[in-house]
């Protein structure tokens, strides 16, 4: 849980329980991130498609507002995202929002798969809602560019968390990062493992909530978008994404660093 | 509330657990004391080792962790559990090792206890994986299912392991120490450890007895030894009292200062055999005699599948191509009718989280015992498969790429982990390992006969991890020079073997590490020219070793002839690719660091 100005207390992730009522009452919005094919054969009841890629396209702020607008949410609507790619999809999406300024975003706490397989409702009818208003107010405190990294790495109470695969972090990642791999966030049938775990595991490798945090991974944020999520549920209140990551590093041709003289890739079954 | 509820997927559960919950707390608070400066290095390593963590290729960040995997038994939720493992903490693949353990390597050090913590969710635990403790206890992956043996050891094997699992006996010894158990003289590596087990009967006034033939005092490594055999016959009720003598005396003699010369071969070796043996009689009678409480293995016999599940064999599917050509050279017929046992070939031991995945599935669904084994050449063995099952376990393996060929054929070569992350490794034998396995397959020499007992194997540097000294072709690798530049090389050997008349390869020179392969060819080659009927590479070759040639070559001198063409250097302008290892595009330079123990 986090605690936000309003004095409300915002979840993480809901469950399909909650999620399912809030449905009933109408009082939420959800987001499919999945691809538009895939969301119009089918999706969770009520809900509303913003593909992943299309946000990527031109995640410009104000063309993501007039989009999460003409989806009829404003200021006060609670939104779950979900999509089918262990949470990390929908964290970038729900980051976005949280960054435009909406407070009450929240993921589903499984994939749409485990969702249909558990045999909850689905449904082919797309929906739609009328516009709403949203305003504007950027939180870029949650936020690291490519120069706010460069300048806050090297601080002592900076943490620049890499959540690529092993394999690829060994190969190459940005100087002092320590490595979590996304797939350490999750359990076996949710997308987070349970608050008490992550904290256990940060502990274990001297990650403090008295640092700031900054999450990258290699492309786009979503598997440290994913991340940015998993510290926010472990109640890490400092916490940043370096959205545009490694590639951005990397392209712009900033210090690099590698596991040297060993061949660990050759151990790899792939 | 939930009412949903999952049908339990498994209907076979281990019989052991091997864990214990609180050493993963135990090790979380350790390595945060270590980190602190409250541990000393050497304390520390100690305890890491104990607890499975073997150190990484040049970093204190990372460690390998072994999981134990007594007898090779592993339930497919086993499997998973490892698949997830490495996924969230190693690199996404696993490594089934040559004494039945799986490895997951480049594991932070501060997630280890993760690892024991979800291991012991499912029963496993990587306790006494490495440092100077009794290791994994090895058993035949055909124990129970091969026609040859007397009876199943198995039971014997998990009972010794579960004796020996935390025992203060074997807690801090001069060194490591090894348990083989086998079926038969064939499948096993019971002259090549401290201990190996052969099952045998006999009758003795109308009694009919189990018991073992024991072996002690074998072991590879930088300098190896054949072991030897105790008595003629350890009735089963003296299998304990032998293996706590042996133990103690090793505690007690072995030598605990030089590091190079600590295992129980070295003892054995310096003290002469019938000494050694003499004192083993006469410890194992005090033990039987003064053991305060009366200690017993507790045997379980393994029931034989009751009703194995049927599947229906015929799913109106064709049979894949490649079938017969798997079947050939990846099944073994059991003794029990009808069933065989299948060898899941990996890429020197080499797996992926969705393939451990898929491979618990094809347990459940295809073996009646309904778990796996971990073999003894970086393989994974499937046993119970009815035969009109076969063809259905052959398409389920090639969709998930598991079904190379030639796993029981020298199309399967073994390779330690050598460069990819061995502190003592001078070449990339892993990788070395894999380019033969493919080549070998691309050729089709898997459905050579000729090559069919034959076995490479391939270890990174001296120290016998890919037991390259018992390989029909054995190599072991180091660094070369030609003026200024190093290139990779591996020392070759010949007719090395572990079944009944094991004897240990015989060096023939040193081929550098891109020659390999043509080397390998012109050996067959100049096999094919001289072999007489009857011959296999593997007899030919023990005849050429043994003086015994009724060919051409006569000795290994001859080979030498053969190969020497291929140990020319070529000139950094003229072959740059020469001087580089596999899976490596710069130019080669030996880089080691400390060793931890040899496996």
Known sequence: ?270 | MSLITKPAKDAKMPRINWARAEEAENFAKTVKLFRQGKIDPDSFRRFRLQHGAYGTRMTDDYAMVRIKIPAGEIYPHQIEKIASLSEAFSIGSAHVSTRQNIQLHWVVLEDVSEIIRGLAEVGLTPREACGNSVRNVMCSPLAGVCDEEEFDATPYAVATAKFLLRNPLNQALPRKFKFNFTCCEKHGLVRMTDVGLIPQTRTVGGNFQRGFRVFLGGGLGNKSFVGHQLEDFTPEEDLLYTSIAVLRIFDRLGDRKNMARNRMRYLVDQMGWEQFQNLVLKERAIVRATQSVVVKLSVEPVPAPAAPLRISGFDGKAIPDGFSRWRKNNTYKQKQDGYYSTSITLEAGDITSSQLRALADICREFSAEGYGRTGFVQDVVLRWVHESDLARLYSRLLEAGLANPGSLTMAHPVGCSGTTSCNLALTNSHRLAKEIQRKFIELNLDEDDDLRDSTIKISGCPNSCGQHEIATIGFYGGGGRNGKDMYPIYQMSVGGRADGETMLGVNVMRIPAKRVMPAIAKVIEAFKANKKQGDTLKSWIHKVVTGHSDSQIKSVDDLKKILLPLTQAPSVTDDKDFYADYGSDSSYHTKTGKGECAA
């Open chain 1, 1 to 270: 849980m986090r605690r936000l100005s309003k004095e409300k207390m915002i979840s993480t992730t809901v469950d399909a329980d909650l999620l399912r009522s809030e449905i009933r009452d109408n009082s939420v919005r959800v987001i499919d991130v999945r691809r538009a094919e895939d969301y119009k054969k089918d999706h969770i009841p009520k809900s509303v498609n913003l593909p992943l890629a299309d946000l990527l396209s031109d995640d410009d702020p104000q063309r993501v507002l007039k989009i999460a607008q003409s989806f009829g949410i404003d200021d006060e609507t609670p939104v779950v995202v979900y999509d089918d790619t262990f949470g990390a999809l929908a964290s970038r999406v729900a980051w976005t929002l949280q960054y435009l300024g909406h407070s009450d975003v929240s993921l589903l706490d499984m994939t749409y798969g485990k969702w249909k397989s558990t045999g909850l409702e689905t449904d082919a009818k797309e929906q739609s809602f009328g516009p709403k208003t949203h305003s504007l107010r950027l939180r870029p405190e949650i936020l690291a560019t490519v120069d706010y990294l460069e300048k806050a790495k090297d601080s002592k109470n900076v943490v620049l968390l890499d959540n690529r695969e092993r394999l690829n972090f060994l190969e190459q990642h940005i100087p002092g990062a320590v490595n979590i791999p996304y797939r350490t966030l999750a359990s076996e049938d949710k997308i987070l493992r349970t608050k008490d775990e992550l904290r256990r595991l940060l502990k274990n490798r001297g990650i403090n909530e008295d640092s700031e945090i900054i999450t990258y991974c290699g492309s786009v944020g979503t598997l440290s978008g994913l991340a940015y999520y998993a510290l926010k549920s472990a109640d890490y209140p400092n916490v940043k994404l370096y959205v545009r990551s490694f590639k951005e590093w990397k392209g712009l041709n900033k210090p690099i660093v590698k596991q040297e003289n060993a061949d660990y890739w050759d151990l790899s079954a792939e």
